[in-house]
Each structure stands twice: as structure tokens, then as C-alpha cells.
């Protein structure tokens, strides 16, 4: 098992920055991949961006390229989000997700980030 604690949302104004930070229980360094999925009201949960271990570098969502960058800190067991250039369609729940490689998935509670216009 492992717990992965989000932080670091909130309210910005358009233009503005916020990161993330997603601490896990344990350590991050032989997992399959790790990563942000958000989800705004009626909408369904969307990757952001996620780190993909054994070579399998980065996959950024089209929507946050240039604007968002995803960070590990394999010391601290944390992973980060370094969200810039903010969009008020960046509203959402941000959740942090870790996959192990026997495929188990693990998800955090999610941190609110709003962005007013």
C-alpha cells in the first residue's frame, strides 16, 4: 500500500503560477509511473502529465505543453507540478497517481485548483 498526499492547490489569477506537491508513503524510485490527472465539474478525469520509468521519459497532455512541468524529487519521495501561465479551463480537482509495476494504481485525494479570470 501506499499514501500519496497532495498540496499545494488553491485560488490564482489567470496568468499566475501554483505547484503541486504529491509526498508518498514510501519510496518512488522502483515504481512503473507516476503522475497528475485532473477533473473539472461534469467532466471526466484527464491525464496532465506523467513521468514513465524504465526510459519511458514524460507524457504531457497538448493542453499544458510549455505551461507545466512535472518533477521528482526521488529523496523526498515527492513528486511535483509546476504549473505556470495559468488558464481559468486549468479549474479542477488535480489528483496525483502512482502505478507500481505489478500494476497496481494508487490515487491521492486530490487538491483544488481555481483559476479566476
Known amino acids: 500500500q501506499v499514501q500519496l498526499v497532495e498540496s499545494g492547490g488553491g485560488l490564482v489569477q489567470a496568468g499566475g503560477s501554483l505547484r503541486l506537491s504529491c509526498a508518498a508513503s514510501?519510496?518512488?524510485?522502483?515504481?512503473?509511473?507516476m503522475g497528475w490527472y485532473r477533473q473539472a465539474p461534469g467532466k471526466q478525469r484527464e491525464l496532465v502529465a506523467a513521468?514513465?520509468?524504465?526510459?519511458?521519459?514524460?507524457n504531457i497532455a497538448d493542453s499544458v505543453k510549455g505551461r507545466f512541468t512535472i518533477s521528482r524529487d526521488i529523496a523526498k519521495n515527492t513528486m511535483y507540478l509546476q504549473m505556470n501561465s495559468l488558464k481559468p479551463e486549468d479549474t479542477a480537482v488535480y489528483y496525483c497517481?502512482?502505478?507500481?509495476?505489478?500494476?497496481?494504481?494508487?490515487w491521492g485525494q486530490g487538491t483544488q485548483v481555481t483559476v479566476s479570470s
Open positions: 497517481m502512482l502505478q507500481e509495476y505489478g500494476a497496481s494504481v494508487y
Open positions: 514510501r519510496s518512488i524510485l522502483r515504481i512503473g509511473a
Open positions: 513521468i514513465i520509468s524504465g526510459g519511458g521519459g514524460l
